[in-house]
């Protein structure tokens, strides 16, 4: 286990929390997961996988890195530094995510 994982896990409990939390001061049943230049959003998410689906996809990102480094370490470079970057910018744009849709109400 990489240092980075224990950064990775508190990211993963970061974003479930912030789902137990923001999840009942969301009232709508879709959420804007991305704006254009004006602020205006270009597109949105059933609640409950702009929610929940996050924490799929950080373990599917961090399964790929280890399913590399595993099978294919001569091409993997920094794994330890990627998990922690993409750690900390996952639980980070969710909490922006979820912040701006309680906030659209």
């Given at each position: 286990m990489?240092?980075?994982d224990y950064v990775f896990g508190l990211a993963l409990a970061m974003v479930v929390a912030l789902n137990f939390y923001f999840g009942p001061r969301i009232q709508g049943e879709r959420i804007a997961m991305q704006?254009?230049?004006n602020?205006?959003?270009t597109w949105y998410a059933p609640k409950r996988l702009a929610m929940w689906g996050m924490?799929?996809?950080?373990a599917a990102v961090r399964l790929l890195i280890w399913l590399a480094s595993t099978y294919a370490p001569q091409h993997v470079h920094g794994a330890e530094l990627g998990i922690f970057i993409f750690?900390?910018?996952?639980?980070?744009?969710?909490?922006?995510i979820l912040t701006k849709a309680r906030a659209t109400l």
């Open positions: 990489l240092p980075a704006w254009d230049p602020g205006q959003p924490i799929a996809f950080m750690s900390l910018i996952a639980a980070g744009s969710h909490l922006f």
